[in-house]
């Protein structure tokens, strides 16, 4: 059973033989993920992951006795097509709640028009603290912050084995790579970890020599790397070609480690990776029914399983937003913002509730996901 506030939603495997009746209506809900350009892999997991909650809450009647409907708007990878889309989605399909949108930089650029329009979203990935210190009292974040993530991790410092004498970065430049960066930088310098050298990569670069010769040349031992996928899987191969000796810890849970086995074969060995669900060992998830469900769900869509690490966001952050409408009784944007507050759902990640962040009055909601270190030994996922 997953419990949505006072309702209880039927496992997810229910949907693959169930035959609802409908209302001739339905409720929207806008997804603003990016399917295609430089972090296009990530966007299509989230939204395959939305689309199984669709799916799932369709099968056991939708919400208020109406169908769910999804919405989805291709970002593009870009922060200007993120805001069309969000214009979009409000205005002309009129959606009273959306989930998106990826990047904090296009998360941060869509912000604005959630005040100008009172429509609220859940989001589901991004990572900068400014999402949720802003002043924006129509966001709702189910994704840890950068500071969260780092913080976390300091906690399990002590597995490391050697332990971490200096640690450089490389980072993907923008808020989400320079976020974490800064977060993580902080913690790693209270702890008494020396810093090295941070290098920065535009999203769509592909060589990254320079940048992985300068952090050589730093004489580290731990390369922290944030980044989408994609780069994530140019950086290992070319940290490879070049020989740097440093450990390689990515952050951000956007590492997708099947994928970088099957595209960086070797150069994906060893390295560490900091997740917020590990679909390898669901048995270990805070909500265990619920994670082995999410993962035969998604399998039994045929969708890839490297897309497991990412496609969980969009599933918890659909029937955190099913639950909300059910629990304000209308599908309209006020009465869903009130409701998000009281909501309660247990989810692939954890248990999800918002706590308020921000200035007085001007509050956002904060989710306190859980989060995991895996690493690859031999062509495998393991937990160190």
């Known amino acids: ?88 989605l409000i205005v002309r399909d009129k959606v009273p709640v959306m989930m998106g949108a990826w990047s904090s930089t296009f998360t941060l650029a869509v912000m604005p028009k959630l005040i100008e329009y009172s429509v609220p979203m859940v989001v589901e990935t991004s990572s900068s603290g400014k999402i949720t210190t802003s002043g924006n009292p129509w966001v709702f974040r189910i994704a840890p912050t950068s500071a969260m993530e780092a913080r976390a991790f300091g906690e399990k410092l002590g597995q490391l084995n050697p332990p971490i004498k200096k640690a450089d970065f490389l980072a993907v430049n923008n808020d989400f790579g320079r976020g974490a960066s800064d977060e993580f930088r902080k913690m790693l310098e209270a702890k008494g970890v020396k810093v090295g050298v941070t290098e920065t990569m535009a999203p769509e670069a592909t060589d990254l020599s320079a940048q992985l010769a300068r952090i050589k040349q730093s004489d580290g031992d731990t390369l ?52 917020f669900f590990a679909p390898w060992f669901p048995e270990k998830a805070v909500n265990p029914d619920i994670a082995k469900a999410f993962v035969e769900a998604w399998n039994k869509k045929g969708y890839e399983f490297a897309g497991l690490t990412e496609g969980f966001r969009g599933y918890d952050g659909i029937t955190t937003i099913a639950a909300a409408i059910k629990a304000a009784g209308k599908a309209e944007p006020q009465a869903i913002r009130d409701a998000l507050w009281n909501t309660k759902v247990s989810g692939v990640n954890g248990n999800i509730a918002f706590t308020k962040e921000g200035p007085a009055g001007k509050e956002s909601g904060q989710n306190q996901p859980n989060i995991y270190i895996v690493q690859i030994k031999g062509g495998k996922v393991t937990l160190p």
Do not use: C
């Open 1 to 88: 059973m997953v419990r949505t506030g006072s309702v209880a939603v039927l496992a997810i495997g229910a949907f693959l033989g169930a035959v609802p009746a409908w209302a001739q209506d339905s409720i929207k809900i806008g997804v603003n993920e990016p399917l295609t350009g430089a972090v296009a892999a990530s966007g299509n997991y989230v939204t395959n992951g939305a689309r199984i909650a669709e799916e799932m809450l369709n099968a056991q009647g939708g919400v208020l006795g109406k169908k769910i409907q999804l919405i989805i708007e291709d970002n593009k990878s870009n922060p200007k097509e993120a805001v069309s889309a969000a214009e979009k």
């Open 224 to 275: 922290f790397v944030t980044t989408g996928v994609e780069q994530i899987t140019l950086v290992l191969k070319q940290a490879a070609e070049q020989r740097l000796p440093h450990r390689i810890i990515t952050t951000g849970g956007s590492s997708s480690p099947d994928q970088l086995i099957a595209q960086a074969g070797d150069a994906a060995n060893n390295s560490y990776h900091i997740l």
